[in-house]
């Protein structure tokens, strides 16, 4: 400043722009002159804008999606979110940071997605000894609820069947547990 601005004289200042730092705070700044020149100071305060980079892989570290980059500033505080990816779950829904240097890198781990399978074993047996009297069935599929699966009793050489009902249903829910067995019991012929 020069002699050519009076002791309170009115002045407005404005922040200039500076590549990769973005004024925080006021970008204007109105004072009037003070006799003091040591006083008539404006301080306009920045910070480094940076990247933050996300990252999305599967528990052994292999990439799953590219990564993105996210612009920000050091000493912010940043919330980033999983994105969703076919046939995985992340372990975490979402990271919260605060930006404290350069190139900061966040990483979320995905673990596969088990298809939920239940597997349905048929026996056939000797109502007395419990002895398979044929080869089990075994019956694989996905957990669809409210799905019915129907098995029937088959003639076995020799055997007749003792049951009351041919056919088993087994009815299909949430609470269906991942292995179920079903015996049908037949007598011997003698």
Same mark, same amino acid.
């Given at each position: 400043?020069?002699?050519?601005?009076?002791?309170?004289?009115?002045?407005?200042?404005?922040?200039?722009?500076?590549?990769?730092?973005?004024?925080?705070?006021?970008?204007?700044?109105?004072?009037?002159?003070?006799?003091?020149?040591?006083?008539?100071?404006?301080?306009?305060?920045?910070?480094?804008?940076?990247?933050?980079?996300?990252?999305?892989?599967?528990?052994?570290?292999?990439?799953?999606?590219?990564?993105?980059?996210?612009?920000?500033?050091?000493?912010?505080?940043?919330?980033?979110?999983?994105?969703?990816?076919?046939?995985? /779950?992340?372990?975490?829904?979402?990271?919260?940071?605060?930006?404290?240097?350069?190139?900061?890198?966040?990483?979320?781990?995905?673990?596969?997605?088990?298809?939920?399978?239940?597997?349905? /074993?048929?026996?056939?047996?000797?109502?007395?000894?419990?002895?398979?009297?044929?080869?089990?069935?075994?019956?694989?599929?996905?957990?669809?609820?409210?799905?019915?699966?129907?098995?029937?009793?088959?003639?076995?050489?020799?055997?007749?069947?003792?049951?009351? /009902?041919?056919?088993?249903?087994?009815?299909?829910?949430?609470?269906?547990?991942?292995?179920?067995?079903?015996?049908?019991?037949?007598?011997?012929?003698?």
């Amino acid at each position: 400043m020069d002699d050519r601005f009076p002791v309170g004289w009115e002045v407005t200042e404005n922040a200039i722009n500076i590549d990769e730092w973005q004024i925080y705070g006021d970008s204007e700044i109105q004072f009037k002159l003070k006799p003091d020149r040591s006083e008539n100071v404006i301080t306009f305060y920045y910070r480094q804008s940076t990247w933050v980079t996300v990252k999305y892989v599967d528990a052994s570290g292999n990439m799953l999606a590219d990564d993105l980059e996210f612009p920000t500033y050091i000493g912010e505080e940043c919330v980033f979110y999983a994105k969703e990816i076919e046939g995985y /779950t992340p372990r975490e829904e979402s990271i919260t940071i605060s930006v404290v240097e350069a190139g900061q890198v966040v990483v979320f781990i995905y673990d596969e997605e088990q298809e939920d399978l239940i597997t349905v /074993t048929i026996r056939y047996v000797d109502k007395y000894t419990n002895r398979d009297i044929a080869e089990p069935e075994i019956d694989v599929f996905p957990r669809v609820v409210g799905d019915i699966r129907t098995y029937t009793a088959k003639n076995i050489e020799n055997y007749s069947f003792s049951g009351t /009902t041919i056919r088993k249903r087994i009815k299909i829910t949430a609470d269906t547990p991942s292995e179920v067995e079903e015996k049908f019991e037949y007598v011997e012929h003698n």
